[in-house]
């Protein structure tokens, strides 16, 4: 079956822009996380879904940064008035309900590049 | 503050070697220790992971090996392959409200010469 799918793959964008990155779970996944993958932070976790509620949204860096799920399947990381610390990897990861916590499908990514 | 720390940051290992990789955790409250494999341009796949109750786990060529007493767990690659060549890196999950949140180690690139 699909796995998870994020788009764009790549991103440019400029310094104070907005953007929005979009995440599509495997279907069924009731789950959804967000983490960031950067050279100086390694991977670090943002957010977590569970259907359409967020409980836990203790990793985003700063309210630069917001994200939502809809319909308990699509969600979008958007990210305003980026700066360049923002350049990372973005990745998406789901779990199927009953799944293990750890038993995480993630997707390739987006890559953000602030210039 | 970091919650995991793993080592080495780089390793080469001829082919048909064992590939040793560390980590070390701090909060005696995490219920699993996951191991994930990630190749360039890929997300992160999990590959292998433990409960504290027990001290070994074999899957096929890959083997934690978990010590609670140290807060230490590693991962064994036995005969390693250069289709191993990647970035492994050990997690950690768990707590009162286990919501699935991984925190990771740094990272090790594993480079398996033919």
């Known amino acids: 079956g699909a796995g998870v799918s994020q788009s764009p793959s790549n991103k440019v964008t400029e310094k104070g822009k907005d953007v929005e990155l979009r995440c599509d779970p495997i279907?069924?996944?009731?789950?959804l996380y967000w983490y960031r993958q950067s050279l100086g932070q390694g991977l670090e976790f943002l957010i977590y879904?569970?259907?359409?509620?967020?409980?836990?949204k203790s990793g985003l860096p700063s309210d630069r940064f917001s994200a939502e799920r809809t319909g308990g399947s699509v969600s979008t990381l958007t990210i305003q008035r980026t700066q360049q610390e923002d350049s990372a990897v973005y990745l998406c990861?789901?779990?199927?309900?009953?799944?293990?916590?750890?038993?995480?499908?993630f997707g390739p990514g987006t890559r953000l590049t602030v210039t | 503050q970091q919650q995991v720390k793993q080592s080495p940051q780089s390793l080469i290992v001829q082919k048909g070697g064992i590939s040793i990789i560390n980590c070390a955790y701090e909060?005696?409250?995490?219920?699993?220790f996951p191991w994930y494999q990630q190749f360039p341009g890929k997300g992160p796949a999990l590959l292998i992971a433990?409960?504290?109750?027990?001290s070994e786990k074999k899957e096929g060529r890959f083997t934690i090996s978990f010590n609670k007493s140290a807060k230490q767990f590693s991962l064994h690659i036995m005969d390693s392959q250069p289709g191993d060549s990647a970035t492994y890196f050990c997690?950690?999950?768990?707590?009162?409200?286990?919501?699935?949140?991984?925190?990771f180690g740094q990272g090790t690139t594993l480079q398996v010469k033919p």
């Open positions: 909060n005696t409250a995490f219920d699993y």
């Open positions: 433990i409960r504290p109750d027990v």
């Open positions: 997690a950690v999950t768990g707590g009162s409200s286990n919501t699935g949140k991984l925190i």
């Open positions: 879904f569970q259907g359409n509620s967020a409980p836990d």
């Open positions: 279907s069924g996944h009731t789950a």
């Open positions: 990861a789901s779990r199927r309900t009953g799944g293990a916590p750890y038993e995480q499908y």
